[in-house]
């Protein structure tokens, strides 16, 4: 089946400008995350939704940044006026719902921002 | 935060050799998965471990769920070119957030 999609793939703005990056999770997992992964690095989780839960945004870097997830799919992970340390790979991931693998983490090929 | 640590950073090994890297944390885990991330792309999951002195094969990766659930290692047998990119840990400390450690590139030489 389909996986975690993403778009755009590679997206260059310049310094102030608003970015706004899709993520379309595995068709029935109900839970949705946002990472961040600079060059070389590990990932850096962002925010988390499961379901109709308000969701965990304890890894949100500054208030430029915020992401909606409308009618429990499709989510979108807006910044704002964006920074050149905000240049960086944004990874989308889903997994099942609530159950034995819903650990599991699937992630989609992720948005390259480049902040010029 | 969650401290995890990954070693080795990166790994040159001839093809057909055996690797094994390790990753260990500051507290419990009571999940551990290893993903592996070619360029370009995003991490993909190969293998899960829920359970304390779990050991659990993926074709030639074996990975084991250490019995303090503060340490995971992930084992390939018999390299090959394929196996070429970034290794990545995670755990789960009890909460839905996966933490990630820091990767190891694994290069392997024909």
Redesign the interface.
Known sequence: GAGVSQSPSNKVTEKGKDVELRCDPISGHTALYWYRQSLGQGLEFLIYFQGNSAPDKSGLPSDRFSAERTGGSVSTLTIQRTQQEDSAVYLCASSPPPGSHSYEQYFGPGTRLTVT | GQQLNQSPQSMFIQEGEDVSMNCTSSSIFN?W?W?KQDP??????LI?L?KAGELTSNGRLTAQFGITRKDSFLNISASIPSDVGIY?C?G?PG?????????TRLTVIP
């Open positions: 999940t998965l993903y370009g792309e995003g991490p993909v999951l899960a829920y990545f995670a789960r909460a839905n957030n996966l933490f990630f450690g820091t990767g």
